[in-house]
């Protein structure tokens, strides 16, 4: 594997791709084969981000309209960005990149330091 990978002209011409692909391969290994899957995931994480665009308000976000006929429908770009999420998710899987976030653990492991600093307050309080 090869770090570094040359930007495409498509990536390096447009802002949002161009940002997207410096996170996506900052820190990883990929292989020149890669590029197409990574062009995909970028195209992705784009429409994605365009969808959340198109249905926010300043209230909020917007989940449904009222067509002309009168029936309310749900917002399409919703169903538009439940498949760019589930092709992310793919692309990442292909690509070996890990997008879950670690849980961080809820005991809290004491240090040496602390059980000892703790351990004499102890005994100061007994005496």
């Known amino acids: 594997m090869r770090k570094g990978l040359k930007k495409p002209l498509s990536v390096s011409q ?4 161009s940002q997207k692909w410096d996170e996506i ?3 990883r290994s990929f292989r020149e084969s890669d590029i197409p899957a990574l062009l995909m995931l970028i195209s992705w994480h784009q429409i994605a981000d365009q969808c959340m665009s ?3 308000t300043e209230n909020g976000v917007m989940v449904a309209y009222t067509n002309k ?3 309310e429908k749900a917002m399409p770009q919703i169903a538009t960005m439940k498949q760019a999420s589930a092709e992310i998710r793919a692309l990442n899987k292909q690509l070996g990149i890990n997008d879950e976030v670690k849980q961080k653990s ?6 040496i330091l602390s059980l000892v600093v703790s351990d004499r307050e102890k005994k100061a309080s007994n005496s």
Do not use: C, Q
Not at 14 to 17: E, I, L, M, S, T
């Open 14 to 17: 447009d802002a949002f791709k």
């Open 25 to 27: 391969t900052a820190g």
């Open 54 to 56: 198109d249905i926010a």
């Open 69 to 71: 006929l009168g029936d």
């Open 106 to 111: 809820d005991t809290k492991k004491a240090s």
